[in-house]
């Protein structure tokens, strides 16, 4: 990535951090403005960033773990624009963009990649890994905000209001942004998914082999369904629905590294 | 066009004087129909609320001369001795007039630090003298800036936004967990004055469902019709828990009403829908042990007052703030008021000079034999001509440099230096 973008998209994912904690303390709606268009601008850096990245490597700019790490942090960054945008509440920036640094960082500071590319070419497995690295950074996005509502419930049952969780989104506003999220990535990695197995199939003629990814991707679809039914209906709701999201995506975190590390043949970065 | 303030408040007068100095709506425009027609006063407008009675105005002369007259004024319109008022009244001019009224539209002068229902008042009191006709371009601007400050307040500082009372600090936190209260139900236990409190602000959030319960039937009812609620009957718990969100309770007890089982019955009955519980009662209502069901956040009225005190302390830290707000915008104001003032002082000047320069000319020129009429007007044209120079300069600069009618502090000096004082624009 050229030193241009790298410095850019730091200093506007800072800056952006800035503001929305000013926001987050201070309630100056000037400063969640502020934080709402660094973090587009921050954005925009950081696609022009993986485009050229993409220009220079001649196929998707994903294969390796900078790639990975980077697209993460990027979509993670565009979702929770969107449902900032969505919901009209910016009081979870402070706590979405420190993780999209660390991603975005991270990625610079990632090992290259020894092993031969996939024959990673084509419009569908495109489609196959962008799904399915938004659908994990939507799981993400719906963590933070997890940790947010359980952090917030704390605070209110033990009447520690401090300051600033007035500036909080209301318990119910923040559930509701947790299950759009989490719908998101439903929608995303079943897709995804899909697109992965016509992309097999076209590569090697058959649609299923064994790969252990499939069985934790499986799981992590099924953990997220039994969260999206369980928060919305049942006695589960709120801090017990929370603590459930915050496991599934623990097992997404597995499924990122060690399953892919490790067990799985075909998947390595996503 | 100086700015007097003649008023009382909260903390010059007791509560029997400002109850008979206040102004109702229909009194607030007659007195200032009187005060412009007596003279008194070129604009006006009066503000009165249950804390203050001030009358703002435009005097004809001097503000330091028209104080007097306002006095006995008020004493006179009220029916109340001037002695008795005299201790009470405060006067201020210009500038701290100006940063007085500032301040009450921030909320800074108000009992309640910050409350933002004074805001409403000064607007309603200026919409009220400004379609009667009482207020003219210095009064128009003054409450327009003071409305502006009120508002950049409470947009721009933390002075208004933090519940300051046990009743407030309840619903904001009923907003803390359910968001906007429109489609939200409540329970009130109890008709007492703090429940009823609460009660009113539930309504003013727009909460849609509201029942009631008390031990009196009768009480229940008035309380219900009062703010548009339903009776339910004491002690049909499993009814009245079940679509509920927000419970508050305030009801003469030794003992818990609302027992642990009750809430657990009714909790599993809501599908564990978040409720909050708010015990304003003394001794409590609920029993504590409630507080430990899932989902049921549990305040009593200890827990609220703690709010609130611990609100109070982040209140007065934005003091400051909202003071620096208050100081710009009463430079904004005086910046405006010495513009007009100083073009008009330019303009009055500029009539001066002209009589002067006739007067001057009538009296050289006669003594001159060799000098025709046409050279006489030739001579009159010229000196025009540098006169205006001279001053037409100034008044340009005056009217573009902001910085310029900054420096100019004391436009009395100025007339005094260059005009009689009869003579003042």
Redesign the interface.
């Known amino acids: 990535m050229s030193h241009l973008y790298l410095i850019l998209t730091t200093a506007a994912y800072l800056l952006s951090l800035g503001a929305y904690a000013a926001f987050l303390s201070?309630?100056?709606?000037i400063a969640g403005r502020a934080g709402t268009l660094l973090l587009a601008a921050g954005l925009a850096a950081h696609y022009l960033a993986l485009l050229e990245r993409s220009r220079g490597l001649h196929t998707v700019p994903y294969h390796d773990l900078y790639g990975s790490m980077s697209l993460f942090g990027w979509l993670l960054g565009l979702t929770y624009l969107g449902l900032e945008i969505y919901h009209r509440q910016r009081s979870v920036g402070a706590y979405v963009l420190p993780f999209m640094l660390v991603f975005f960082l991270a990625a610079q500071a990632a090992p290259p990649d020894k092993l031969a590319p996939p024959p990673a070419h084509g419009p569908i497995f495109a489609f196959h890994v962008t799904l399915s690295i938004l659908a994990y950074a939507a799981f993400a996005l719906s963590f933070v905000l997890s940790l947010v509502f359980l952090m917030?419930e704390r605070l209110?049952?033990t009447?520690r209001?401090g300051?600033f969780?007035?500036r909080?989104?209301?318990?119910?506003?923040l559930e509701r942004m947790s299950q759009s999220s989490v719908l998101i990535g439903l929608l995303s990695i079943a897709v995804g998914t899909a697109m992965g197995f016509v992309w097999v199939d076209r590569l090697q003629g058959q649609y299923w082999y064994y790969d252990p990814k499939y069985i934790v991707t499986l799981l992590v679809l099924l953990l997220y369904l039994l969260y999206f039914q369980l928060a919305r209906?049942?006695?589960?709701?709120?801090?017990?629905a929370s603590k459930l999201n915050i496991f599934n995506f623990g097992v997404v975190v597995l499924s990122f590294t060690v399953v892919n590390f490790y067990f799985s043949h075909s998947h390595r970065y996503f | 066009m100086e700015i007097v303030l003649v008023g009382l408040n909260h903390r010059t007068a007791s509560v029997e004087v400002r109850e008979r100095v206040s102004f109702t709506v229909e009194q607030a425009r007659r007195a200032a129909e009187e005060l412009r027609t007596r003279g008194i006063l070129e604009e006006t407008l009066v503000l009165s609320t249950c804390n203050r009675s001030e009358v703002y105005g435009v005097p004809p002369e001097s503000s330091h001369e028209c104080a007097p007259g306002l006095s006995s004024f008020l004493s006179e319109f009220h029916s109340v001795r001037a002695d008795v008022l005299g201790s009470s009244l405060y006067h201020r001019y210009d500038r701290d007039a100006v940063r007085h009224l500032f301040r009450v539209s921030a909320g800074l002068d108000s009992q309640l630090l910050g409350e933002a229902e004074i805001l409403g008042q000064v607007r309603e009191a200026y919409k009220s003298a400004h379609e009667l006709g009482a207020t003219g371009p210095v009064l128009n601007r003054l409450f327009q800036g003071a409305l502006e400050v009120g508002k950049r307040v409470r947009?721009?500082t933390?002075l208004g936004?933090?519940p300051m009372s046990a009743a407030a600090a309840g619903v904001?936190?009923a907003?803390?967990?359910?968001?906007k209260l429109k489609e939200r139900s409540a329970l009130v236990l109890g008709a007492g004055a703090t429940g009823e409190q609460v009660v009113s602000q539930l309504r003013d959030r727009g909460i849609k469902h509201l029942l009631v319960m008390n031990r009196s039937h009768e009480r229940a009812a008035d309380l219900a019709n009062q703010y548009g609620g339903q009776v339910v009957p004491w002690g049909e718990w499993d009814t009245a828990l079940q679509g509920v969100d927000v419970l508050v309770s305030s009801v003469a007890s030794d003992e818990p009403v609302l027992r642990r089982e009750i809430l657990e019955r009714a909790m599993?009955a809501r599908?564990?829908?978040?409720l909050l519980l708010m015990d304003l009662g003394v001794p409590r209502n609920i029993e504590p042990a409630a507080?430990e069901l899932?989902?049921v956040?549990l305040?009593n009225l200890e827990?609220l007052t703690?709010?609130v005190a611990?609100n109070r302390g982040?209140r007065e830290s934005e003091v400051p703030r909202a003071e620096a707000i208050v100081e710009e915008h009463v430079g904004k104001f005086l910046s405006w008021q010495a513009s007009v003032e100083l073009v008009g002082l330019v303009e009055a000047l500029r009539v001066r000079v002209r009589e002067e320069r006739a007067a001057f000319l009538r009296e050289r020129v006669a003594s001159m034999h060799s000098i025709n009429p046409g050279e006489v007007a030739q001579l009159e044209h010229l000196i025009d001509e540098l006169l205006e120079k001279l001053l037409i300069e100034p008044a340009e600069r005056l009217r573009g440099e902001k910085e310029l009618r900054r420096k100019i502090q004391n436009v009395e000096a100025l007339r005094d230096l260059f005009l009689d004082r009869r003579e003042k624009p």
């Open positions: 201070s309630g100056k709606e917030q209110l049952r009447h209001m300051n969780v007035w909080l989104p209301p318990q119910e506003l209906t049942t006695a589960w709701r709120g801090a017990r | 947009t721009e933390e936004t933090r904001k936190l907003e803390r967990i359910f968001g599993a599908g564990n829908r978040a507080g899932y989902n956040y305040y827990n703690d709010i611990q982040a």
